[in-house]
């Protein structure tokens, strides 16, 4: 499996999201082509199938009811043929001879640490996004039998190599095992000597061969009007993670000499009732920072914190150009576009006072809308559904630590 290829920076690509949350928000797909010359032989090959398969296209020697019922069968399937296509009636006619499966055998994901340590109820990935077949259990007397075992990095880090399966049970020739990790380089310890332990690699990272962004940008197939909340002020903070050596707290201590910015959090005033969303609406902009800086590392604090709160973030972490992979260009404000933090703030003033400049910066959400990744719940069946998708493909990874920390 390989990661999401590169997008457009003015029509990023929307999200990798899991599900009936994505299905229901993809674009329309374009109708199923009328039959051409390769229909007749795609019809040949269904009556071959079907003949293999121990039953024939027309059927013959059947007793009178089933004889009527299959001929009503054919006669509907042959209509399909000539208004959807080859491909579609094929895939009508299957619907009809067998009642609806769940997507092929189930997949087992087990998790070897619950995150963090904390138990938690797992999803129904079937209910919660339309991912049928899928089995999700943190009871380790199921090993043997899973498809994909999930090795959460900050419990393994915690835990050591010895803490990872050996010998008894064996472990299954086709087992994937899964590295998964949502923190930072800087904030990942251990990742030296995982070299070849892992199949796949669950991150933000969009080369992943999981991918799971923090977030993502969406085209729903009838956008709904947007309505910018009532701003009263002008610029907020959240942040629980204190550290002065932090490239973040450095560069508010200098922004903070030119305007005034509202500290929420460790070191500042207390969120309000409904929360950060809630909090930071009241708000024009909203300090992005990330606690690090890496390739991809864009987390919740622009999804949630800033774009669900509809306040303009002012980023700080990887390059510009790496969050125009994921969002338009003219939806954030680059702490590298100004030489310093003051002209930064006297950027923000002008457009405190400049309406129409302001709501440039929310021309994006005409063509799309903001998803924010459930933790954990999303991980867990996306990866029940890349299972799935990858059939018999196995692979090692090597040099985990020269990736993550390229």
Known sequence: MAGRGGGSSTSPPPGPGVGAERRRRQLPQPRDALPGPGAAAALRGAERRQRAAG????PRRCPGGCRRRWRRRWRRWA??????????????FAALREPARAGGEAVTVLLWWEPFGRPRRLADCRRHYNISGCRLSADRSRFAEAQAVLFHHRDLARHGPGGLPRGSPPRPPRQRWVWMNFESPSHSPGLRGLSGLF???????RDSDVFVPYGY????????????????????WVISNWNEEHARVRYYRQLKEHLP???????????AEGGVVETVSAYKFYLAFE???????ITEKLWRNAFSASAVPVVLGPRRANYERFIPPDSFIHVDDFPSPRLLATYLKFLDKNKPNYRRYFAWRKKYEVHVT???DEHFCKVCEAVRAAGNQIKIVQNLATWFES
């Open 55 to 58: 039953m024939e296209a027309t």
């Open 79 to 92: 209509l399909a043929a000539g208004l959807l296509g080859a491909a579609a009636a094929l895939a009508l």
């Open 199 to 205: 199949n796949w690699t669950m991150s933000y990272r």
């Open 217 to 236: 940008l969406y085209a729903p197939p009838a956008p709904r009007p947007f309505v910018l909340p009532r701003k009263t002020r002008l610029v907020a």
């Open 261 to 271: 910015i509202d500290v929420y959090g460790a070191r500042g005033l207390a969120l």
């Open 291 to 297: 606690n690090s800086q890496h390739t991809d590392y």
């Open 374 to 376: 459930s933790f954990w």
